[in-house]
């Protein structure tokens, strides 16, 4: 079974309509991310939290929510969606360690469309 | 303002050859640079990390330089083969200990048979 797991792994929605994606993991890590990927534009972070009481905004939050629920569970909300919402959506592990050396483990991504 | 750069053109080479990526970056102090494996439709895989104070690192057919001068990294694919061909990813740390990495867009690498 795959260490990082996203449900759903492709969404099609309206504008207007409120969409969470899930990311599960059996890795142990603390760390956890949210990144959205775009053509041209690489990835780019959105939330990310080191531990259940710890979530940080990252680069890009405006337009979404976090919550982290467990250790090994950490979801992404868009309240309302909007087309230019629609790319690719990883979750991201990563262990505790020292800065910049803790590798990051993806998930496989969630294709979201808003229409 | 900080950047990353990858030439976002695609690497085409022959099977064999040596493949040859460059991440630059600007504005940045990071004390380590990681290198990462994208196929379409899937999430990044780690490669290889390098540290600041090492100017080169190897792993199998894959060797990294990173020169903090230049401010660029060098990611090398000797003999390479179609099975390499994907997008490769570096990562930066923001280099002010809040354990977060900033990506690079990538570049295509295409390895002809």
């Known amino acids: 079974d795959a260490d990082v797991t996203q449900t759903p792994r492709n969404r099609i929605t309206k504008t207007g309509k409120r969409i969470m994606l899930e990311c599960s993991q059996t890795?142990?890590?603390?760390?956890m991310y949210w990144y959205r990927q775009d053509p041209g534009l690489g990835l780019r972070l959105i939330y990310y939290?080191?531990?259940?009481?710890?979530?940080n905004k990252g680069e890009i939050s405006d337009g979404y929510s976090v919550s982290r629920q467990a250790q090994a569970k950490f979801s992404l909300s868009l309240e309302s969606a909007i087309p230019n919402q629609t790319a690719l959506y990883f979750c991201?592990?990563?262990?505790?360690?020292?800065?910049?050396?803790?590798?990051?483990?993806f998930g496989p991504g969630t294709r979201l469309t808003v229409l | 303002s900080q950047k990353i750069e990858q030439n976002s053109e695609a690497l085409n080479i022959q099977e064999g050859k040596t493949a040859t990526l460059t991440c630059n970056y600007t504005?940045?102090?990071?004390?380590?640079l990681q290198w990462y494996r994208q196929d379409p439709g899937r999430g990044p895989v780690f490669l290889l990390l390098?540290?600041?104070?090492?100017k080169e690192k190897r792993k199998e057919r894959l060797k990294v330089t990173f020169d903090t001068t230049l401010k660029q990294s060098l990611f090398h694919i000797t003999a390479s083969q179609p099975a390499d061909s994907a997008t490769y990813l570096c990562?930066?740390?923001?280099?002010?200990?809040?354990?977060?990495?900033?990506f690079g867009s990538g570049t295509r690498l295409l390895v002809r048979p």
């Open positions: 991201a592990t990563s262990e505790s360690g020292a800065v910049g050396t803790d590798t990051q483990y």
């Open positions: 890795k142990g890590h603390d760390r």
């Open positions: 939290s080191f531990d259940v009481k710890d979530i």
């Open positions: 504005n940045y102090s990071p004390a380590y």
């Open positions: 390098i540290r600041e104070n090492e």
């Open positions: 990562a930066l740390d923001t280099g002010d200990s809040s354990y977060k990495l900033i």
